[in-house]
C-alpha cells in the first residue's frame, strides 16, 4: 500500500511539474493544399531527396526557462569545416504553425553548402510578444556558441522567415544590437547579431497604408493599436530599420497587404547604400512556399542572394 501511496505521490509531483500550454494546429502545409489546390490545381508538395552530404540533428533542446524546454533541427552540411547559416523562422500568424514546416527547405538549402536550423519558438496562446523575438535570438547565441559541433561560421549568419515567421526575421535583423530586444536570461558571451534577413511575405509594419493587420496580430501583441500602441510601433521592422541593417532580400506573393512597409524600408536602406534584392511570385498565394513550383524558386532566390552576400 505504501509503494501504491508513494507511486501516485511522485506521479503527481510529475505531472505538476510539467508546464501545459494550448497549441493551435490549423496552420499545416496539409490544410494550405486543401484550401490553395482548386485554385492553383498545378502545384504539389515538393518531395526532397537526401543528400550524403547533409546530417540531420533534431530536436535539439537550446533553451529552458521555467520548465518549458524549446528545441531546434539542425541540418548541417559537412563537406566544409564551417559554413554560412540560414536560421528558419516558421509562419503561422504568431499562433500556429511548428518548426517541421521548414524542414524539407532547411534540407534542399543545407545541400547547398549551408549549415540550417528550424527554430522552435513560442506561440501567442503560451507567451505574448516579445517572448518568441526573444527565443529566435536566444537560438541564434547557441548556434554561435556551438559553432563547432554545427560546422557554423558565425560572421555569416542569416535570418529567414515565412510570413509571421519573415515579419520576424526582419524584427531580429534591423534590431541588431539593441539590448531591449534580447532576453537576458540566456547567458552567453555570443551575440544575436544576424548578417543577412530574409523576409518571405513578412509584413514590415503593422500600422500602414498598405497593412490590414487585425486580430491576429493583436493577439499576439497584446491588444490592438489602441491598447497596445507601443507594442505595434517597437514590433515593425520599418520602425527600427537604420544604418546597421543588414543585407535583405523580399521574396513576395502577389498579394500586396503582405509586403506592407516594404518599399519604405528599402528606400531606408538605399540612403544607407545597404544592399535588397526583390522578387515578386506573379499569380502565386500567400503561403506559396510550401509548394512547387514556387518552393523551388524561393530556394534559389535564397541561395544566390546568400552566395553573393556571403561570397
Known amino acids: 500500500m505504501r509503494k501504491i501511496v508513494l507511486i501516485l505521490v511522485l506521479l503527481t509531483s510529475v505531472l505538476q511539474a510539467q508546464v501545459t500550454y494550448r497549441v493551435d494546429t490549423s496552420y499545416t502545409v496539409k490544410s494550405t493544399y486543401t484550401k490553395l489546390i482548386k485554385k492553383y490545381p498545378f502545384i504539389t508538395i515538393p518531395v526532397i531527396t537526401e543528400n550524403k552530404n547533409v546530417e540531420q540533428i533534431l530536436n535539439v533542446p537550446y533553451f529552458e526557462e521555467k520548465q518549458r524546454t524549446l528545441h531546434l533541427d539542425a541540418f548541417v552540411n559537412n563537406a566544409k569545416k564551417k559554413n554560412p547559416v540560414v536560421v528558419m523562422i516558421h509562419g503561422g500568424g504568431w499562433r500556429s504553425g511548428n518548426k517541421d514546416q521548414m524542414n524539407a527547405m532547411a534540407q534542399e538549402i543545407a545541400g547547398k553548402g549551408f549549415s540550417c536550423f528550424t527554430i522552435e519558438y513560442r506561440l501567442s496562446l ?135 512597409g516594404r518599399d519604405d524600408m528599402i528606400a531606408i536602406l538605399n540612403q544607407h547604400k545597404i544592399y535588397s534584392e526583390v522578387h515578386t511570385l506573379e499569380n502565386s498565394p500567400h503561403s506559396f512556399w510550401f509548394f512547387q513550383p514556387w518552393f523551388s524558386q524561393t530556394v534559389d532566390f535564397t541561395v544566390n542572394f546568400l552566395n553573393k552576400i556571403f561570397k
Open 126 to 260: 503560451e507567451a505574448k510578444y516579445p517572448y518568441g523575438v526573444y527565443d529566435v535570438k536566444n537560438a541564434i547565441k547557441f548556434i554561435k556558441d556551438n559553432a563547432k559541433k554545427f560546422k557554423v561560421d558565425p560572421d555569416k549568419i542569416a535570418v529567414l522567415g515565412c510570413s509571421s515567421g519573415g515579419q520576424m526575421a526582419a524584427l531580429i535583423g534591423t534590431t541588431n544590437g539593441k539590448s531591449n530586444f534580447e532576453n537576458p536570461s540566456y547567458k552567453s558571451s555570443s551575440s544575436s547579431k544576424v548578417n543577412a534577413i530574409i523576409n518571405v511575405d513578412g509584413v514590415l509594419a503593422f500600422r500602414h497604408p498598405e497593412s490590414s493587420e487585425g486580430e491576429m496580430a493583436a493577439f499576439w501583441l497584446g491588444g490592438s493599436y489602441e491598447e497596445s500602441t507601443e507594442n505595434w510601433k517597437n514590433a515593425s521592422a520599418l520602425n527600427n530599420t537604420d544604418g546597421n541593417t543588414p543585407p535583405t532580400l523580399f521574396i513576395n506573393s502577389s498579394i500586396p497587404r503582405f509586403h506592407a
